[in-house]
């Protein structure tokens, strides 16, 4: 018997909710609601009882249509919004028994700047666009408690040639970049602290497919090298299925299936799943 | 003479209103403590902070000292010295030494302060973080969480664009490992006086209606990186040509007919008493 590995990161019933609720959506399973909506107070109900793992150095992909609740749910991990309830344990902090989600956010702070990185549909999200490249390179290692500029500087620079921003072109500001070279500066910020875990939203949204096409290398090289774990939120089934080892489909805040990305593509098992998949041009 | 005013200006209900949010600054360093900034007979933005400080701290006993920008008789100081003195009837001196409550506008004087003394700041803008923040809101989360990355990434961008830390004035300190300050716009020169000063200081902002304090004996460290350290301006080569000292702020000036630059202390009080030998110890 080989020893079982432990997941990197495992959130249990994870809620997110916008609105209090009421009476007629509160506690019926889902039954009032129309998709996710309360038609009656209004509550949008996000992310209902999203419960998933990720192991070291797996890319776990996320599926479903616009307003299913993906986007929703990395910024509840990245701590960009409170979760409603739901528990969520990180290997790496607390050695994985602390509920992140109850912690304070001193240490929420904590957990984003040493155990995370995140890259943002909109790179006017994860980076400070007038400040130069390097610079947000450093503000997360500066984060991460970091005081020493020569070593920052030098660590921002090696990044951005990994995702090769040209030499000459690193100390001007995001502002001025392509939208595909602010992916990759976004990318390189995120794994300035060499993060166990990485958040991707829609990286390649917006992209010419050529960009694409180099991004999506860049994610693949990083994984393989770095042995990164990530979680890549997508509704382009083509980049699910290049990057991702497993998947979950989503809709209206719920997980209706999950499991190989090969399998969940090729033998769908759920109606959304099957016309999702079929409905590919 | 027909009694106008309360002593001191204000009322006593308004005098002990800022004199609870200065307990409470005073009770945690550095933190910004807001305050129901009053009207006063000079504009907002011209000293009224800490203006509001001074009167709701003097009495009849005091001896009060203004200065601005390290002078004694400019405009600025000596409207506010005239307006002190004729609503409380104060004692006033030039000489740091002397008095027991001093307002000041961004210099701390050369002399160093005693423990019986209070030095009142003048502050334009409170927040440190108000360049890479602009929601008081925000700002207010960032101190809480002690989420100092932007003016750390700020004096890094410095670093980055000038080789050094640009900053002229109102380096940014922590005060006590907890809350980072804008010392007000006081030179670098003058940040290391802050550092377990004897003395009691407390900084008003009237515009933006906050207090915020550096009790005596307390660490204030201006922020600095690992291999870029804080430096001062340095003074050491500098001699005033009026009094001969070495190793104060000085002014620099120019003569157009000469085609000259010299040097003058900052601090006037200071240099007119060396000059009549009224000072002995050499700092």
């Known amino acids: ?281 | 003479m027909m009694k106008k005013y309360n002593f001191a200006f204000f009322d006593e209900g308004s005098k002990r209103e800022i004199r609870r949010a200065t307990l409470k600054a005073i009770a945690i360093p550095g933190y910004q403590v807001p305050f129901a900034s009053r009207e006063m007979p000079i504009a907002r933005g011209w000293g009224t902070g800490g203006l509001q400080l001074t009167l709701s701290l003097i009495g009849r006993d005091d001896i009060i000292k203004v200065i601005d920008q390290g002078a004694d008789e400019s405009v600025n100081a000596v409207n506010i010295k005239k307006l002190i003195i004729s609503t409380t009837g104060v004692q006033d001196t030039e000489k740091t030494a002397e008095a027991t409550l001093i307002q000041s506008r961004h210099r701390i004087p050369e002399v160093e302060l005693r423990e019986d003394q209070i030095i009142v700041l003048q502050v334009p803008l409170p927040e440190p973080l108000r360049t890479i923040e602009p929601s008081e809101y925000k700002t207010k989360k960032l101190h809480a969480d002690q989420d100092y990355n932007g003016i750390w990434l700020m004096l890094f961008e410095q670093i980055m664009k000038h080789g050094r830390m640009s900053t002229g004035a109102d380096h940014p300190v922590q005060v006590h490992g907890r809350y980072i300050m804008a010392p007000s716009p006081i030179p670098r020169f003058d940040n290391q006086k802050l550092n377990d000063s004897k003395t009691l200081t407390l900084l008003g902002a009237g515009r933006e209606k906050k207090i915020y304090a550096v009790p005596p004996y307390t660490k204030v460290q201006s922020l600095a990186f690992a291999d870029y350290p804080f430096t001062v301006e340095d003074m050491s080569a500098k001699v005033c040509r009026l009094c001969g000292t070495t190793g104060v702020y000085m002014d620099e000036l120019f003569d157009r007919d000469t085609e000259e630059t010299y040097y003058q202390c900052n601090d006037v009080s200071y240099c007119l008493q060396r000059e009549n030998k009224e000072m002995d110890d050499l700092r």
């Open chain 1, 1 to 281: 018997m080989h020893q079982q590995e432990r997941p990197l990161l495992t959130i249990k019933n994870l809620n997110k909710q916008f609105g209090c609720g009421c009476s007629h959506c509160r506690d019926t399973q889902g039954h009032n609601l129309e998709d996710n909506y309360c038609p009656v107070c209004g509550t949008v109900y996000a992310c209902r009882n999203v419960s998933l793992k990720v192991y070291p150095a797996e890319i776990l992909g996320v599926v479903g249509e616009s307003g299913s609740g993906k986007s929703t749910l990395l910024r509840c991990l990245y701590f960009d919004q409170d979760s409603t309830s739901g528990e969520g344990y990180i290997h790496g902090y607390n050695e994985g028994r602390t509920n992140i989600f109850t912690e304070t956010s001193q240490q929420k702070n904590y957990i984003r700047n040493h155990l995370l990185g995140m890259v943002y549909q909109n790179p006017y999200l994860g980076l400070r666009m007038n400040f130069s490249s390097v610079g947000n390179i450093a503000e997360k290692l500066i984060g991460a408690g970091n005081r020493k500029v020569d070593f920052m500087a030098a660590r921002a620079q090696e990044l951005l040639a990994a995702v090769n921003i040209p030499t000459y072109r690193m100390k001007e500001a995001p502002e001025k970049f392509s939208g595909g070279m602010q992916q990759r500066v976004q990318i390189a910020k995120a794994l300035s602290n060499n993060p166990p875990l990485l958040l991707l939203d829609e990286v390649t949204t917006g992209l010419d497919l050529s960009v694409q096409a180099n991004v999506l290398d860049l994610i693949k090289v990083i994984q393989r090298d770095l042995k990164i774990g990530m979680i890549v939120v997508s509704h382009d089934l083509a980049v699910i299925r290049m990057l991702t080892d497993r998947t979950i489909v989503m809709l209206n805040g719920r997980i209706i299936e999950h499991g190989l990305t090969d399998q969940v593509l090729e033998d769908p098992q759920h109606a959304y799943t099957q016309q999702l998949v079929y409905s590919l041009l």
